[in-house]
């Protein structure tokens, strides 16, 4: 079977993963809506295409906060990789580094930060962090990701509990005796997500600075009123993100709320995505609705499912490709040409 668009990978892990494990990765919250919309939302936007532009030279590099990658798509935070692979996170850190892009490593790993870092030396990596009743777990793998050369923290703000996800319900899921949360073996007794901390506000993210020197970005903002405020407590990036739609159903499509969350922050920080990006053309619209760079999350274990490093990379080649020929074909030759002017919503 050739592998042509990202929905082919999808179709080869819904066939071949157990399915526990395919009802984890493919689980929404309650009704599923917001996961859902998350995708629907794009094909309601069209494209303003111009014509006759210079497209023979294209170039789709992007920078994060100064490192360049090669084009702006990278992988974001994913839990428990070895359900879809057996060498887990160690291949997706190499894919992402053979694609030259970013990968956010997930606290629930099923591979050490010591094991995604020497799988693929030197690549470009950020940590995405929980925050644990007991902080002393949190500032050690903090101050952990910082000494193995990772170059971001990414806090996850949108949990202080876990969604409803009605599938893990039904299931009982729970990992497989063999893998293990290796980041936090020996941490908890039990690795529950209980041990999440509801409490943590704001006044946070000070505690946090003061743990490392690493810029610190915020995962979850769907609304202008927090972006407002991370941009007040000093942090240099948001993930416009709703979780893959796991947490909050009937929250807005991320795509939807980026354009308020981009208008909010006046470009004093970096604004990220990540949420039903499916297609290049899709990623040329969060570009042309301000943000600075996507990230995947189920396509990206789709394509280690399919045949672990090659497949994710794999996955990311056809986006690359798609999205050079959507921006080519709506009239840009480089990043920098990519603006609101590019796209229209239907007139209610």
């Known amino acids: 079977m050739a592998m042509v668009c990202l929905s082919d990978f999808e179709a080869y892990a819904k066939k071949y993963l157990p399915k526990i494990a395919w009802d984890f990765f493919a689980a929404g919250a309650d009704d599923c809506s917001t996961r859902d919309e998350n995708i629907l939302a794009y ?7 111009r014509i006759l532009r210079d497209v023979s030279m294209m170039d789709i590099r992007t920078k994060l906060l100064g490192t360049e990658i090669s084009f702006p798509v990278g992988i974001a935070p994913t839990g428990f990789h070895q359900l879809a ?3 887990g996170e160690k291949s ?8 030259n892009t970013c990968y956010i ?27 644990y009743r007991n902080r002393a777990v949190s500032q050690r793998l903090v101050q952990q990701a910082e000494a193995l050369g990772f170059q971001g923290l990414v806090l996850t703000a949108d949990l202080p509990y876990t969604g409803k996800r009605r599938d893990d319900v039904r299931n009982g899921f729970r990992l497989p005796p063999h893998m293990k949360l290796k980041n936090l073996e020996g941490a908890f007794e039990v690795c529950t997500m209980s041990f999440l901390d509801p409490s943590v506000t704001w006044n ?31 942090v240099q990036g948001i993930v416009v993100s709703n979780h893959g739609g ?35 053309s899709d990623v040329l619209k969060a570009l042309a609705l301000g943000a ?7 396509p990206a274990l789709w394509g280690l499912a399919y045949k672990g490093e090659e497949g994710l990379r794999d996955v990311l080649g056809i986006l690359q490709d798609e999205f050079r020929l959507s921006m080519a074909l709506a009239g840009c030759a480089n990043v920098s040409e990519i603006g609101r002017h590019l796209v229209q919503f239907p007139r209610l």
């Open 292 to 298: 600075k760079c996507v990230f995947i999350g189920r």
């Open 43 to 49: 094909k309601r936007i069209r494209f303003r295409p």
């Open 92 to 99: 997706t850190a190499r894919a992402a580094k053979a694609m």
């Open 246 to 280: 796991r947490q909050l159903d009937g929250g807005p499509a991320t795509i939807d709320a980026l354009v308020e969350v981009v208008e909010a922050v006046q470009g004093r920080v970096e604004v990220y995505l990540d949420g039903g990006i499916r297609k290049g």
């Open 204 to 234: 946070d993210i000070y505690w946090l600075r003061s743990l490392t020197h690493l810029p610190i970005i915020i995962k979850g903002i769907l609304t202008k009123e927090d972006a407002e405020l991370a941009v007040r407590h000093g």
């Open 105 to 131: 490593a997930s606290t629930y790993s099923t591979c050490t930060l010591e094991e995604i870092s020497a799988a693929a030396p030197g690549g470009f990596r950020w940590f995405q962090l929980y925050t």
């Open 85 to 87: 692979w057996p060498d």
